[in-house]
């Protein structure tokens, strides 16, 4: 039986975990094991530039705090090494960053489960959140096509105006100073 200080940081350790699944718009259960320290490194940069917290975690404490939130389903995936990635903002970052680096670590680095909005992720799931663009790049494509039509309004009636031999005014010269 552990004595009081250790149950009491496990307890506080559990605590910790469930906050941070709870507040996070998406989560990704990875097994780590063969990956080297450089690519480690390499990793975490990208997840911390993306504003993923992306940390080892003890597999049990991991267990309580994901059964106190009510995703028992994730208990079969926490044996072995593993780490947990998490999002509070884009809910595709972490899930799009890990499945490509894990495409490209064939076999050193996995990913285990998925989570968004308190939901767990199929394997299928998952695969198709991995393939959509990250959030900047969808919001490039809304406001590409909010402008599309903006943009030919413009054109056409420039053209117009061109025709019927209106021309741009002139630029007023700067005034001395």
Known sequence: MPNAKVLSEKQAIVEALTERIQNASAGVLVDYKGITVADDTKLRRE????DITYSVVKNTLTRFALDKLGMNELDSVLNGTTALATSAGDPIAPIRILSEYAEKSADCFNIKAAFMDGKVLDEAEIKEIAALPSKDALYAQVFGTLLAPI???AVVL???????????PEAAPEAAE
Do not use: D
């Open 151 to 153: 943009t030919s309004l």
């Open 158 to 168: 420039n053209e117009i105006a061109k025709k019927q031999g209106y021309t741009e």
């Open 47 to 50: 997840l911390r530039e993306n």
